[in-house]
């Protein structure tokens, strides 16, 4: 669901993990151990950033450096991590090691090429290597990517490069890996050969896993092959396979049969084609495929296509499991082929193990008890998951429940709450009960290109806890309040210990918070958002404002912390969100860096607060500048973080200062080393300095010190973690022959991914930095 547009539809076993592996350990955010404990979804596959690989032959990174000025997007701005490698030319490459502690047989990888001149996408290869070895050829195409708002097509589905102004860069393409799978330790690599014929490959993270063999048939089951259903496996590459037939009546036959003797129907392994507009209907039985890498629908709509489409999967009080839905649709609207993928109702229904591309949504469901877990939502053009009271005819939305998914790239909420009021049908306005004790726990919503990564829509006593949300193109990152003039209001959720990392955004030229609290996220700026209870969320590096309050009453805002925000940390009334009036307790939060930690722009509301960080007086450290140093890359020695003595640094006695460079600064002196800027000096027993980075990827680093010593130190130094641990050993310098005559010395740390503070001990003085280069 958009902000200021509205462009929301009136009607509408666990998947195997042979690795689950924690999403926060590669999301860029800490480990438990470090500064910042964070939940999300456990998936089966680890994720390693394009930027944070070795980069080959020329292949260059591009990231976002600075909040956007425009309203357009950016391939920067829809990738997670907001970052991403690029190919051009030959020979160019990025690559990792699989430090996964398991085989990997399997690889996804979201990457954009070029569209053609005039549109409509092209197809082609990418290499990948294997301990240096080329070990297959992938397919990659920018068939269903590649939109354009210009030309007052803003927010639109445009196919037409000559209007310009981008947005919707990244695809997902997966595989099994042919041969022997890659081994623990081993390197794989994705590299621009001569036969690889896109101009550009930004490639923006690949997942890798050991995906698990298909499952076998359940006894009694009845198989959609019995009806006549035929697969054909050749690869679609974002188009169907021109041979394929239509098994959509064999399906629906055996759907039936199937609720008619009361058996399990079976999809096995292979894809099966659904074309023409028609969909497929059940109700009350069990759908199980052989999982996600192995049973596919697609549905192949003929395009352009002037027929309103239903669902695919229309599912009532259904239990449906372990299979992945693709389509050929090429945006959201019905003339490219837009249909749901799975519209759900009923009472206890369940979709578990799913894994869904390129349909407009994943899940559009209502009813009453139903839930669904452990799916995979990637590349979807609408909602990833919308549970609301509407879909199917339904009126109800109660005791709805979505966790433990992972969705990534939707084109709209990467998951949405959503109590609609009324809907008007032809001159009659129909009405639905608002809905009630929706739960949104663990789950993981990166990079939504074109909506929020979780968006609560009305109704009351819903619980949003411990999800993960990040790096959001144009929107809120997490967002409580309600959806258009005929939305519910909002009352008495309780939204706790959630993270949002890199959100916010510039749509329509808003500067839209990471976190926003109120009416008015959708534009409208009308019903009641009244007892929200926001506590224990942690907000980290906001494109703009960490948290922003527009017309809401009765918040409770509380031990939360705001790291870093590029622009302020807690605000309310902020420009295009207006609260004139309303009404917040505001108590125990954290801002740490970034502008004024705290604004009320509005004469109206009534916020109480007590025991915030920028009232009790008590130093809050930061990242020095606002914003954690990036690893890789080099952190230098003057930019400790900011909070003063026994907070960020402990010196025992102040020497040099800079003031010319920070106020706060001590021990530093102008360098003659390359580069110039300053040094940290006076060394001594004892003192430490603290620095939070931002670290891409968990792996080990090799750190390269500069430093300056008239004599040769022992055991000068060593780097330290949040919760103690030494990570370099001690470090020992040789004499260099002057406090200005420099030299390189290197150690190597391990590092979790994510914002972590690190930690400069110095063992013996007498020696001078400079800088750190982790690499």
Known sequence: MHSSVSLRRLVGAACATALAIPIAAVLGIPAAADDIAVTAATVPFTSYEAEAGSLGGGATS????????????????????????????????????????????????RVSIPDTSSGGGQTSTLNLYVNGGLRQTLNVNSRQTWLYEGNDNYNGNNQNPSNGNPRAFFDETHTFITGTPIAAGSTFMLRKDSGNSAAFYDIDVVDVENAPA?????????????????????????????????????????????????????????????????????QGITIAGAG???????????????????????????????????SNATSRVTLDGAGGSMDITGTNWLAEGIWTQHTMSGF???????????????????????????????????????????VR?????????????????????????????????????IAPWGGKGIGIYGGSGHRVENNYVSDTARYIGLGAGRFGVNGNDLFSTTVTGNTVVRSGGNAYSQGQPA?????????????????????????????????????????????????????????ISPAFYPAPSGSATITGNTVNGGGTPYINNSGGFAASLSGNSWQTGTPVEGPFGGTPAAVPGTVQAENYNTGGQGVAYSVNSINGNANGYRADGVDLETTSDTGGGHNLGWTSTGQWFHYTVNVATARTYTVALRVAAPSAVTNALHLVSASGTNLSGNVSLPATGGWQTWTTVTTQVTLPAGVQTLTVYQDNGGWNLNSLQFS
């Open 62 to 109: 591009v990231s976002l450096t600075a909040a956007p000025t425009t309203q357009y997007s950016s391939a920067a701005l829809e990738a997670s991590g907001h970052a991403y490698a690029r190919l051009t030319g030959t020979g160019q490459s990025v690559q990792w090691t699989n430090n996964t502690g398991g085989p990997i047989n399997a690889i996804t990888v």
């Open 214 to 282: 298909p499952l076998a048939q359940p006894a009694g089951s009845l198989s959609i092959t019995e009806c006549g259903a035929v697969a054909d496996n050749t690869p679609t590459n974002g188009a169907a396979s021109p041979s394929s037939v239509d098994s959509r009546a064999a399906i629906q036959n055996c759907i039936n049969q199937a609720q008619s003797q009361g058996r399990v129907l079976w999809i096995p392994a292979g894809t099966f084609y659904v074309k023409g507009t028609q969909g497929l209907l059940a």
């Open 292 to 326: 996600s890498w192995h049973s596919t629908i697609y549905r192949d709509v003929p395009l352009p296509n002037s027929t309103p489409l239903p669902p695919l999967w229309g599912l009532t009080s259904t239990t449906i499991r372990n299979l992945h839905v693709d």
């Open 364 to 406: 559009w469901a209502s009813g009453t008890g139903g839930t669904i877990r452990n799916n995979r939502l990637t590349t979807i053009w609408a909602d990833g998951a919308n549970i609301n009271n509407v879909s199917m005819g339904n009126s109800v939305g109660n005791n709805l429940a979505m966790t433990n998914n992972f």
């Open 409 to 445: 790239g939707t084109g709209d909420d990467a998951l949405a709450v959503n109590s609609v009021n009324y809907n008007d049908f032809d001159g009659t306005r129909v009405y639905y009960t608002p809905m009630a004790n929706a739960v949104v726990t663990n789950n993981t919503s």
């Open 515 to 571: 976190f926003h609290i109120g009416n008015g996220g959708d534009g409208q700026n009308v019903g009641v958002v009244d007892r929200v209870t926001a506590t224990n969320n942690t907000i980290l590096n906001s494109v703009y404002d960490g948290i922003g309050f527009s017309t809401s009453t009765n918040t409770l805002l509380q031990n939360n912390t705001v790291t870093s925000p590029w622009r302020n940390g807690i605000v």
